[in-house]
Structures are given as structure tokens and as C-alpha cells.
């Protein structure tokens, strides 16, 4: 597969999980289908992506399967998201919604006093994002982890 048509899969795959998760659907063929998108992305970005998108395929993983109930899983994704924004120049944007998805991925664990931690740490985060935009929409993501 040529690397263009590959990142184009990868986009498409990850859209998909969004299409998914703004749906509502939280039958068990839907959470098949957001983790098998979620995995495949993830595969295809591991061949094409750059540290931005590996990161980003991490907390996707880790966001559907906060969704579909796999704590421990949830709760690995989104550490390894959280590593990687850290050992790399990450932009503000993605080191809020990491710490996010660790606030989620905590909550889906049943570890409610971790998750407030990472809630916490992911509210001042997203006090420091620059842009307007990319404020609102981690704030948003922020505020649909559960209470």
C-alpha cells in the first residue's frame, strides 16, 4: 500500500471512530466496531504517522475503550499517550486532552480518585492552550468525563 492511500485509511479509520462515538451507539456491534477502527488506525498510523499521530492513535484507543468498558485497557493506551506527549515537543492542545483521555480512562477503571486527579491536572492544561479553538474543543472533551 502506498504511503498516501495508507494515511488516507488511517484519517478514515479514526473518523470513523468519531462518527461512532458522536452516534450515541453503545450496543456491543457498535463497541466492535469503534475498537476495531480505534486498533486499525492505530496500526496504520505506527507505519505512516509521526509522534503527533502516534500519540493521538494512543488516546484514541484509549478513548474507546473507556467507552466500551475495558478499563485496564483504557487505562494502558492512555498512559502510553500521556509518555509519548511527554517525551516529545508536543503541543499544548495534545498534552491537555492526553491528560483528558487519563481522567476518562481512569473513570472507565473505576479509580474515581485518580480520575479527579488527572480532571484536575487536565483543567489546568487546558487553562494554557493558546488557541481559542483547540481550548473549547479539549474543554468540551474534558466535560463529558464522567462525575
Request: contains cysteine; charged residues 30%; aromatic residues 10%.
Amino acid at each position: 500500500m502506498h504511503a498516501d492511500e495508507e494515511r488516507s485509511l488511517a484519517i478514515a479509520l479514526f473518523n470513523g471512530c468519531w462518527e461512532i462515538l458522536d452516534a450515541g451507539d453503545t450496543s456491543e456491534d457498535a463497541m466492535i466496531r469503534l475498537l476495531t477502527n480505534a486498533f486499525a488506525s492505530k496500526y496504520h498510523w505506527a507505519n505512516v504517522g509521526e509522534h503527533e499521530q502516534w500519540i493521538i492513535s494512543d488516546w484514541m484507543v484509549a478513548r474507546a475503550a473507556s467507552t466500551a468498558g475495558y478499563g485496564d485497557l483504557a487505562v494502558f493506551f492512555a498512559k502510553r499517550a500521556n509518555e509519548l506527549a511527554q517525551s516529545f515537543d508536543s503541543p499544548d492542545w495534545l498534552r491537555a486532552s492526553v491528560a483528558e483521555g487519563l481522567a476518562r480512562a481512569y473513570d472507565a477503571a473505576g479509580d474515581l480518585d485518580t480520575r479527579e486527579q488527572w480532571r484536575e491536572r487536565a483543567s489546568e492544561l487546558v487553562g494554557l492552550i493558546r488557541d481559542d479553538e483547540d481550548r473549547q474543543l479539549i474543554s468540551d472533551q474534558l466535560a463529558s468525563v464522567p462525575r
